[in-house]
């Protein structure tokens, strides 16, 4: 999904890593929540696929996923449960989360609950908070990351110059992102948010640190995990 332009230049997703678990026991059911960071639906539905083998003699293994930069994928599955009493409060519960205040961009997330019936009926209203608040509970307690997409910016630099050059980009809050040598030019990544304003912006500071001598050159896109602060 990430190689494909979208709208949306950055959203919240999982930290890169394992599958996340978090249990609840609500009226005797044990809720087995399992997050999955996921960009295609194959990876999402792969989740359900081995949580199926692996919990073979739980009941239900409801689930639900959100894809996409755009987030324009959105399933949901009850697997068994009353009709609209899982999936879906599953899926909301992705989809609403808020990541800032103000703000529910959460993508690229595939999330499973495994029940285990207890022997006490929850009734609708009651599968509808149990599995709402298993996904949500889990999504308090995991890692988070912004996944930004950057233009890829080149600037070539004599090779005197360029330790210089790449220190005072990096004094400018400019992401480095790699470096290559010529037979006589120092070749500098600069990885820039993906909008005219940052470019623009980046191409000045450049001309500025070089005194016009070089400048700033956009290639191709690509998304990256930034840190929340």
Request: proline residues 4%; contains cysteine; negative net charge.
């Amino acid at each position: 999904m990430q190689g494909e332009e979208s709208r949306a230049t950055s959203y919240t997703t999982l930290a890169a890593g394992s599958d996340f678990r978090h249990e609840l026991e609500i009226k005797r059911s044990r809720f087995i929540t399992v997050l999955r960071r996921a960009d295609s639906e194959d990876a999402a539905r792969d989740l359900v696929a081995g949580l199926r083998r692996e919990f073979h003699d739980a009941r239900h293994h409801c689930s639900a996923f959100v894809i996409g930069p755009d987030r324009n994928i959105q399933r949901s599955n009850d697997d068994g449960e009353p009709s609209g009493t899982a999936g879906i409060p599953m899926l909301e519960a992705l989809a609403k989360r808020e990541t800032t205040p103000g703000a529910a961009d959460l993508s690229d997330v595939s999330a499973v609950v495994v029940r285990y019936f207890g022997g006490v009926l929850l009734g609708a209203g009651g599968l509808v908070r149990a599995y709402s608040e298993s996904v949500s509970s889990a999504l308090a307690l995991v890692p988070i990351v912004r996944r930004s997409r950057l233009r890829i910016c080149s600037v070539e630099v004599p090779h005197a110059a360029a330790g210089k050059l790449e220190n005072d980009l990096r004094a400018a809050n400019l992401v480095m992102a790699g470096t290559s040598y010529g037979s006589r030019q120092t070749v500098l990544q600069v990885a820039v948010p993906d909008d005219a304003g940052a470019i623009a912006d980046a191409a000045e500071r450049v001309q500025f640190l070089t005194a016009g001598s070089a400048s700033l050159v956009a290639k191709g896109t690509e998304w990256v995990d930034v840190p929340l602060p």
